[in-house]
């Protein structure tokens, strides 16, 4: 089976294994050694050297960290969307009352760094700025380095959702200055759902102080007392730790380079592959994303007819989301793939296109 | 090993290696038929016909689900306490601005529904009242029936913590009036942590109609829209998922009253046996928990070297929380446990207890 979804993404054998190990005590000595290993791991792929803190949910659940540790009611907040996810960014912040002032793209667009710059000067001031790296339902992938620069000529927090890109995509939060970053262990991270991961810069931290939106369980504070005695508040996600710190010994031992590389190579092969098969890309190429491919589906060709046909052959595609139902199908190609998978992935498309016409 | 504490509890090894399945498309079929056979099961044991949904989350993102589905900022709440997790009750209201009025017992008593009536008629109205159905704290369990039935002469909402007792305790939902009631899969259940469910009746389904307070991740109405499609709105925890439906098979396959009647046997048993080592149990005998036992460190006993010498001896216990740090000890007796397991810990406790005198 071809799990090609953007997440949850196929598990290596050995992560498999790690993950059904026997339950432990998470006030004990054992689980202190579990949460140090994956935490310096998954920091070492956010590329910083601040806070970093692990929830038991989804990546929604860290979205939503994000907001509530550093907003109050009213803020100001700018929301750059380019798709689902960015859309979902900012639905959380509206759900807390924060004045959210929308800036879109078409799909397949990236964001563009002078409109928010523009935005910014023009409707600000802001409190903080909220971007997708990687924008799942459309392939794409911003410009954080660029968007980084226009977003710290002023004051405002620079919240990223990393979700679909970081540990496959490189990620420099200190570099770049991102104030607050989330992941998700599903996705290049190689383990099942269900940790998800986030970056608190000392910024972040001040803003926290000041912060007025409830919280309880997303409290990153509350996170990072626990994590003083390597201890979580909460009863963490045992296994899905178990499978974090298999898997991130898999991709450390490869060397985050390598991983990056291969992401590069897969993605291209892809891309190209697709084309080849004359089919059209939704992604503006100068930005299309190493971890997905969204690829418009022909007039004549039936979506859902073509997915139960590559289902039937064992590979796994995902569909459009929102209004893109119907219009694009997605190819994840992140987390344990390599070459040979990319052409059992494009064999597949390749028999199935001809037989999915409309 | 002899992983003894209130959660997580050991598993057995068909969930391990059930847990250790690969990946699936969350949005596709054979996802479809794991969460609709986890909910049908897992609804059995809330003996509910109402709504059954599940978040990706520890215990307590439940107990914050409970509390925003169903509640306004300055709404009046009877926060019913009896140790430490009916203070994470009544904290998380707290912390969203619901006018809490806590009701508390000393440690080791349930609570007296008797005073909760005459708090009722005395502080009300109020719009929700807040229970713990069994405190892991001390080990009490409280008279969910009883306490129905003061809370219903009046139009409160009835929201009960169900998170280390159902499965393994009997709950009525339906029965007992529960318009909300949560439970966490690392109890009873006896798989790993990182799924959490929660109950919903007609009642807190109109009460959810009107709450305002602020909701995303914890929007139990996009959980249910989301289940119309057999979904989840976030990607789910898949592996504790698989790891749910394999054990739900086998708490099923041993029969519901068989499992609570293990549960009062073994807990008899520890109880008995602990008493014979010349102990004494924090928890009033009347309402002593069947799924964990506090027990009192005798003052010439050092905790801490009690719990470090059966932890080399394979017995893993859990120290006290909060004031009772140091003040007693909890051995965890629900999920895979049987009359041969009840009789090591005891054997363990008695060679330990001498050793470990101050």
Same mark, same amino acid.
């Given at each position: ?18 993950? *059904? ?6 006030? $004990? ?6 949460? =140090? %290993? ?13 806070? @970093? ?5 989804? /990546?929604?659940?860290? @979205? ?16 750059? #969307?380019? $798709?689902?996810? /960015?859309?979902?960014?900012? %639905?959380?912040?509206?759900?807390? /009352?924060?004045? !959210? ?13 002078? *409109? ?13 700025? @909220? ?7 459309? /392939?794409? =992938? ?25 540990? #496959? ?37 001040? &803003?926290?102080? %000041? ?9 990153? $504070? ?24 298999? #898997? ?23 891309? +190209? ?8 890309? @939704?992604?503006? %190429?100068?930005?299309? #994303?190493? =971890? ?8 004549? !060709?039936?979506? +859902? ?16 989301? $929102? *209004?893109? *139902? ?13 070459? &040979? ?18």
């Amino acid at each position: 089976m071809q799990l090609r979804i953007p997440g949850p993404t196929p598990i290596p054998e050995a992560v498999r294994q790690a993950s *059904a190990g026997q339950m432990i005590n998470h006030r $004990g000595p054992e689980f202190a050694e579990l949460i =140090t %290993e994956v935490t310096q791991g998954i920091k070492q792929f956010f590329q910083t050297s601040h806070d @970093l803190l692990l929830l038991t949910a989804s /990546g929604t659940g860290a @979205l939503e960290a994000a907001i509530v540790n550093t907003l109050s009611p009213g803020d100001r907040v700018l929301a750059v #969307s380019i $798709g689902e996810f /960015g859309e979902r960014f900012a %639905e959380i912040a509206r759900a807390y /009352g924060a004045d !959210v002032v929308p800036l879109t793209s078409e799909p397949g667009r990236a964001a563009d760094p002078e *409109a928010i710059a523009r935005t910014l000067k023009m409707n600000g001031p802001f409190k903080a700025v @909220l971007l997708t790296h990687n924008e799942t339902s459309t /392939g794409v =992938t911003n410009d954080v380095a660029a968007i980084s620069q226009v977003v710290h000529q002023t004051d405002a927090l620079f919240l990223v959702d990393g979700i679909s890109s970081i540990s #496959s995509i490189e990620m420099k939060a200190d570099e770049w200055g991102c104030d607050v970053v989330l992941a998700g262990s599903q996705k290049g991270w190689m383990a099942p759902p269900g940790i998800s991961m986030v970056s608190m810069g000392p910024r972040a931290w001040e &803003a926290y102080a %000041e912060a007025r939106m409830p919280r309880f369980y997303w409290d990153l $504070g509350r996170a990072r007392k626990s994590f003083e005695r390597r201890q979580t508040p909460a009863t963490p996600a045992v296994s899905v730790l178990y499978a974090l710190r298999a #898997s991130l010994r898999l991709l450390l031992a490869e060397g985050m380079e390598n991983v990056f590389e291969r992401h590069r190579r897969c993605a291209e092969k892809v891309r +190209s592959g697709v084309k080849q098969l004359g089919l059209e890309l @939704l992604a503006d %190429e100068a930005h299309a #994303s190493n =971890t997905v491919t969204a690829v418009k589906v022909p007039s004549d !060709v039936d979506c +859902s007819r073509l997915l139960k046909l590559l289902q039937a052959d064992g590979i796994v595609l995902a569909s459009g989301q $929102g *209004a893109l *139902a119907g219009k694009i199908f997605r190819i994840g190609h992140l987390g344990m793939i390599d070459d &040979a998978d990319t052409e059992v992935i494009l064999a597949g498309l390749a028999r199935a296109l001809p037989l999915a016409k409309k």
